[in-house]
Nanobody, 123 residues
Framework: QVQLVESGGGLVQPGGSLRLSCAASGFTLDYYAIGWFRQAPGKEREGVSCISSSDGSTYYADSVKGRFTISRDNANNTMYLQMNSLKPEDTAVYYC????????????????WGQGTQVTVSS
């Protein structure tokens, strides 16, 4: 079975940091596109950061450039999102996702999804 299990969400003050983790099983993560998406209340789910399956290039949404970093640890079959300098507008449910092929960091490219983890940025 293909499964993604997320962890690392929580409550943090503005300016703080969190690292989200996503452990994969049932497939080898380094062969796939990986991505992090988020959905705030009343808003559509959006791509935050992705790594393309075609050339390994990295995408970041304009709103998180310079603050967030996507990575993967192939030995542990785990992907991460390091979030620094967090802002209240980063508050959302964050989802990890993978796909055999993906290059646009768009929702409809991704086949497998984690359960979501809540990130709340508030003082």
């Amino acid at each position: 079975q293909v499964q993604l299990v997320e962890s690392g969400g929580g409550l943090v003050q503005p300016g703080g940091s969190l690292r989200l983790s996503c452990a994969a099983s049932g497939f080898t993560l380094d062969y796939y596109a990986i991505g992090w998406f988020r959905q705030a209340p009343g808003k559509e789910r959006e791509g935050v950061s992705c790594i393309s399956s075609s050339d390994g290039s990295t995408y970041y949404a304009d709103s998180v450039k310079g603050r967030f970093t996507i990575s993967r640890d192939n030995a542990n079959n785990t992907m991460y999102l390091q979030m620094n300098s967090l802002k209240p507008e980063d508050t959302a449910v964050y989802y990890c996702a993978t796909a055999p092929y993906g290059s646009r960091c768009k929702l409809d490219e991704y086949d497998y999804w984690g359960q979501g983890t809540q990130v709340t940025v508030s003082s």
